[in-house]
Nanobody, 119 residues
Framework: QVQLVESGGAMVQSGGSLRLSCVAS????????TGWYRQAPGQQRELVAS???????KYANFGKGRFTISRDDAKSATNLQMNSLKPEDTAVYYC?????????????WGQGTQVTVSS
């Protein structure tokens, strides 16, 4: 059983930056694809970015050019660097992992971290 713990959520002004971190425990991190989802009030949860066990990245259109996902297998960590934040990026951000090379669906979820972007 893999446990995921996120950190880094905060309130920032429009145009600002945040770095979200997710640390995994309880499993072999190297065989798990990871990613970040977000859910705004009244909206469905949506994929923000994912990274395969081979470090291939994928982004939602709204994050391309602004967000960067990375992973450090030695630290069992997945990070999401978010730049040029907009008010519409306000949401709870969830770390996810799947026991597979690619994140086609999440097997494990973190508890979420709140990101609020003020205009």
């Amino acid at each position: 059983q893999v446990q995921l713990v996120e950190s880094g959520g905060a309130m920032v002004q429009s145009g600002g930056s945040l770095r979200l971190s997710c640390v995994a425990s309880g499993g072999d991190f190297r065989i798990h694809a990871t990613g970040w989802y977000r859910q705004a009030p009244g909206q469905q949860r949506e994929l923000v970015a994912s990274i395969t066990t081979g470090h291939v990245t994928k982004y939602a259109n709204f994050g391309k050019g602004r967000f960067t996902i990375s992973r450090d297998d030695a630290k069992s960590a997945t990070n999401l660097q978010m730049n040029s934040l907009k008010p519409e990026d306000t949401a709870v951000y969830y770390c996810a992992a799947a026991r597979a090379p690619s994140l086609l669906g999440a097997d494990y979820w973190g508890q979420g971290t709140q990101v609020t972007v003020s205009s």
